[in-house]
């Protein structure tokens, strides 16, 4: 929830007051799902990513599959590692990066929100430069358009114009999953 954030925020935190910022709204958001899914009876999940910008530095925060990247000098780099048994069998070599991306079981997910009281989250911190694009997606985008496709319209595309392309090039490739 943003209410977690902006108030976080508004003390100009540091390097440990920023994770424990993120930390408590992500623990808000799993906590909210989670109490809707004892309403419901049944499991539900979500995954999330968390971005904040001071100055240079990018701190992260992630559960699930949902992606961060950033893109400066004309490439697209992912700064997000799913938590998915499918990266799981890629870091144990079972499968090879290209095998990953069209896995029938790649929406298989280890972490999710909701699914238990408890999340663990990853965090990560970045040096980020002004003029550096930060895109965060669901695999909703990226299980529809390659990772080639994506650098390649992120770097033809207006700025403004950026996430209604994406949203429209899923939706062309099939469109499958919500798209965020």
Known sequence: ????????LEKEPGEEEMRQMMRDAVGVANAEVYA??????????????LAVVQ???????????SRAYVY?????????????MVQE??????????????????NVITRALGVDEGVEIDFSEHKV????ILI?????????VEPERLERLVAETDFY?????LVDEALAEGGTDNIT
């Open 89 to 106: 069998m890629v870091e144990q070599g079972i499968i090879s990066p290209d095998e990953a991306e069209h896995h029938p079981e790649k």
């Open 72 to 84: 400066e000098n004309g490439a697209l780099d992912q700064l997000t590692r799913d938590h998915s």
């Open 36 to 49: 809707k899914s004892q309403q419901e009876g049944h499991v539900m999940g979500t995954t999330a990513v």
């Open 136 to 144: 965060l997606c669901t695999d909703g985008l990226t299980n529809m």
């Open 55 to 65: 100055e240079d530095k990018l701190y992260l925060a992630h559960v699930g599959d």
């Open 161 to 165: 114009d950026m996430a209604n392309v």
């Open 129 to 132: 430069p002004k003029d550096a």
């Open 1 to 8: 929830r943003e209410d977690a954030v902006d108030t976080g």
